[in-house]
């Protein structure tokens, strides 16, 4: 009995990892592109910062879901609510809704970027399949974010690994890795890190709350913030030293393609079809936040705000790719430095059910 019980303590904490890890690696992550803006530019600073946001994703991501079991919250208005009150909670919901929207809106650009850069289709082509998949998914409801999420992100770690360790023979490799630019860069550096974790983790607790709560134990959410964390700060570390191999890599909108392209062509597409993967877990896991956040304002039915949802996020895809993710995501990392200071402030109860 006990045997079967750590079982399901394990399983549980890992459908939890792989749903952590697939809502915060999107587009921007999966490509590479987010990892070059907030850490690789940055040489030795920026594995230095990356080693912070790791410890960041672990501790907050536990806090999060454990405090959504507190207060047995059923989405992040509930959370917003109880950190910034009720006033200034609406506020925060309002900005965090708008965000994920504008994150969703990356998203599909970047589906778009991926297929019309490394495979010459159409923009057309990319935005409808990823529509038309996404609607198909998101009606199977939390079922679908969770199967989706457990096959794309245990490959994704696989593969990385992979290219890291083909990337420790490439020349560019080690004077980048180790480059030690200016003091500025090193203040830069650790901004970016608490940055990229407060947007990181604002974004994610659309999904993680509802899924904490329905869990509604302790022990499993804590193991599944820990593993999910960890296997974040891993990805991160390989994506940055695979990175380092590549000359002037601030000029690709997915520089992660292009490396596996010339290192590894024969999974070529293999890769891309991961990249995708992880574009669609996050987008999914956006959306299913959004309409969680919408249904409790309007009684309407799911599909209808997905569609809804997904014209404006299309809207806002077509602004250029790179452009879109350089702008929004250090803006909304910023905004999102308030919402972890309450989290690491705000007291949590002590039993363990």
């Not at 900005?95 to 650009?109: E, F, K, N, R, Y």
Request: net charge neutral.
């Amino acid at each position: 009995m006990k045997w079967g019980s750590e079982l399901n303590k394990w399983t549980g904490a890992f459908q939890i990892a792989a749903v952590y890890v697939g809502t915060v690696i999107g587009a921007g992550f999966a490509t590479g592109k987010e990892i070059v803006e907030f850490f690789t530019q940055y040489g030795l600073y920026g594995l230095i910062s990356i080693l912070v946001a790791g410890y960041l994703f672990i501790f907050f991501g536990m806090k999060v879901m454990t405090k959504a079991i507190d207060i047995q919250a059923t989405s992040f208005m509930e959370l917003n609510n109880d950190l910034f009150g009720q006033t200034f909670g609406k506020v925060m919901n309002i900005l965090m809704t708008a965000m994920l929207v504008g994150v969703c809106g990356v998203m599909l650009s970047g589906a778009e970027a991926l297929f019309v850069e490394q495979l010459g289709w159409g923009q057309a082509v990319g935005s409808l399949l990823t529509i038309l998949l996404c609607l198909i998914v998101l009606w199977a409801g939390v079922k679908g974010l969770f199967a989706v999420n457990t096959f794309v992100v245990p490959t994704l770690v696989i593969f990385n690994l992979i290219l890291m360790y083909n990337s420790l023979s490439q020349p560019f490799l080690w004077p980048n890795l180790f480059t030690i630019e200016s003091i500025d860069y090193a203040w830069k550096a650790v901004g970016s890190a608490f940055s990229y974790a407060a947007f990181n983790l604002t974004l994610a607790q659309a999904v993680l709350v509802p899924v904490a709560t329905e869990i509604n134990n302790k022990a499993i959410i804590r193991l599944g913030g820990f593993i999910g964390g960890a296997l974040l700060t891993i990805i991160l570390i390989s994506s940055h030293i695979t990175l380092s191999t590549l000359p002037d890599l601030l000029v690709y909108d997915i520089p992660m393609a292009t490396i596996v392209k010339n290192m590894m062509s024969g999974i070529y597409f293999v890769y891309l079809f991961i990249i995708y993967g992880e574009i669609f877990t996050s987008l999914i896991g956006n959306m299913y936040g959004i309409e969680r956040q919408i249904s409790q304002f309007f009684k309407l039915r799911s599909i209808w705000v997905h569609i809804a949802v997904i014209i404006i996020v299309y809207i806002i895809g077509r602004i250029e790719y790179g452009q879109l993710l350089g702008f929004l995501y250090p803006l909304f990392g910023y905004i999102s430095l308030i919402f972890l200071l309450l989290l690491w402030i705000k007291p949590m109860k002590n039993n363990e059910s």
